[in-house]
């Protein structure tokens, strides 16, 4: 999806869920229209949206401002119109060929989901929560649709963040939950130790790896190791995917900090 601001383009896309997914293409055009909308809402507001679609009838439902032919359809433009309406934003639609739509047929082709969106089997994440008597208020790695948490951060425009770049916010104020990618974990315990937060993290049992020392000298608390299973983590585009490490991949919840006065380098 696109957005132009000053001359400026912004980009952002994203997965459907496997729930979603099973719609028909003349839904999905519809939603993406929502999303992608209410995604840069604060940007366009007081303004006018024209939104280019290569398939007719949604270009049709948007301008007409809803359908009589098809109730959930028409249930997503009216929430599209009145997210406008609220902002005192014209939103149009016009079509475009699909040979033209190169842009968001380059971002569905480069999302990366192996990367991105794998998600924690909730009842085991409330369960290690429980144990840890910890109740985090802010995911600072999630997506619309793998979020652990109503608040959350995701790495690119997304139409339900709360915060956009994990990295670009303080994080002393919230008790976070992260899942990084495996790339960012010494970079999460710096920026936990910087801005002396506290809060849980969930990552690889991995001695050997640089970033495992520090993590235990930030323990508050021993960790809740998670045994490998195929259902740790899912993809919630995939569900039947399994992640590639499932076999043999132990897993620690850890409940850590920045603060040397609740940190007890607990090691396991």
């Known amino acids: 999806m696109l957005h132009c601001k000053d001359g400026v383009e912004y980009s952002t896309g994203g997965q459907w869920s496997a729930d979603e997914f099973v719609h028909n293409i003349n839904y999905l055009e519809l939603p993406v229209a929502f999303l992608v909308t209410k995604t840069f809402i604060k940007e366009i507001a007081n303004s006018h949206v024209k939104i280019m679609i290569d398939n007719t009838s949604s270009v049709s439902i948007v301008n007409n401002m809803g359908t009589c032919k098809s109730e959930i359809c028409?249930?997503?433009?009216?929430?599209?119109?009145?997210?406008?309406?609220?902002?005192?934003?014209?939103?149009?639609?016009?079509?475009?060929?699909?040979?033209?739509?190169?842009?968001?047929?380059?971002?569905?082709?480069?999302?990366?989901?192996?990367?991105?969106?794998?998600?924690?089997?909730?009842?085991?994440?409330?369960?290690?929560l429980n144990e840890l008597e910890f109740s985090p208020e802010i995911d600072l790695f999630a997506s619309r649709i793998n979020n652990q948490f109503a608040i959350y951060c995701s790495y690119r425009p997304d139409p339900g963040a709360t915060f956009l770049d994990t990295f670009s916010i303080s994080w002393a104020n919230f008790r976070f939950y992260c899942c990084p990618p495996f790339s960012c974990i010494l970079r999460v315990l710096q920026k936990v130790k910087q801005d002396k937060a506290t809060g849980v993290i969930v990552v690889p049992q991995w001695p050997t790896q640089t970033w495992y020392s520090v993590l235990m000298t930030m323990l508050v608390l021993p960790p809740i190791l998670l045994k490998p299973s195929p259902k740790l983590l899912t993809l919630p585009t995939q569900p039947l995917e399994k992640h590639p490490l499932h076999k043999k991949t132990v897993y620690l919840v850890c409940l850590i900090s920045g603060e040397n006065s609740l940190s007890k380098g607990t090691l396991t």
Request: net charge negative.
């Open 74 to 128: 028409n249930d997503i433009v009216v929430a599209l119109w009145e997210l406008c309406i609220d902002k005192k934003t014209l939103v149009t639609a016009a079509h475009i060929a699909g040979v033209c739509n190169t842009v968001a047929d380059e971002e569905s082709r480069n999302f990366h989901i192996q990367d991105t969106e794998w998600k924690l089997d909730t009842l085991l994440l409330r369960k290690a």
